[in-house]
């Protein structure tokens, strides 16, 4: 007797070793988890192009298609599929003189960073946010995404970037410093200066 497998309730690692026996449905389970967080990440991460977004999605999953064997079943799906779109972009930095992405969704930048008063203008404040993630440097801006825009745990960053923990850490500290500088004139609590009378 044959059961029928219900590739929705199976793990990504399950699918992956599915898709190396050529299971097409097992790709689309994965292409249906996955697509949307991909395009979004690449669209963050490549200055806001629709369209480039949407060309780097469909290059990943080919990839995925071709090789699926060059999965490692020993790793997370999630922390591999994101390792494989942060080389992309490595490599499209590269090609563009290392040239980094905008940035306006703020809605997951951390609260004890900076202290939004809720009379300002949302829009005001991400465009000063656009302008500072662009001065970031290269390795700073991509844990800063990582970790605030697309959620992953530091211990994640760590395997997708191939780094101690520690150095993540240290690079989140840097880009927040960084970005607290930039957008002073949004924090209430930050000194101001005070001219003599």
């Not at 306006?104 to 993630?133: G, M, R």
Request: with cysteine.
């Amino acid at each position: 007797m044959f059961f029928k497998t219900n590739y929705q309730q199976l793990s990504d690692e399950a699918l992956m070793q599915h898709m190396s026996k050529g299971k097409s449905k097992a790709f689309d389970e994965l292409y249906h988890r996955y697509y949307e967080k991909m395009y979004y990440y690449f669209f963050r991460m490549l200055r806001q192009d629709a369209a480039k977004a949407q060309d780097f999605v469909q290059d990943m999953f080919v990839k995925l298609i071709e090789r699926p064997q060059a999965f490692d079943v020993k790793r997370k799906f999630s922390t591999w599929i994101y390792t494989i779109a942060s080389n992309m972009c490595k490599n499209e930095y590269r090609r563009k003189s290392n040239q980094f992405s905008n940035l306006e969704d703020c809605e997951s930048f951390p609260s004890q960073a900076l202290t939004i008063p809720s009379q300002l203008d949302q829009k005001i404040f991400n465009k000063h946010l656009e302008v500072a993630i662009e001065q970031l440097k290269p390795k700073h801006k991509v844990c800063f995404i990582l970790r605030y825009q697309e959620e992953l745990s530091i211990e994640q960053i760590s395997q997708v970037l191939d780094c101690p923990e520690g150095t993540v850490k240290s690079r989140l500290h840097h880009a927040l410093k960084q970005l607290s500088k930039q957008l002073v004139q949004f924090n209430p609590k930050a000194p101001q200066n005070k001219e003599l009378s």
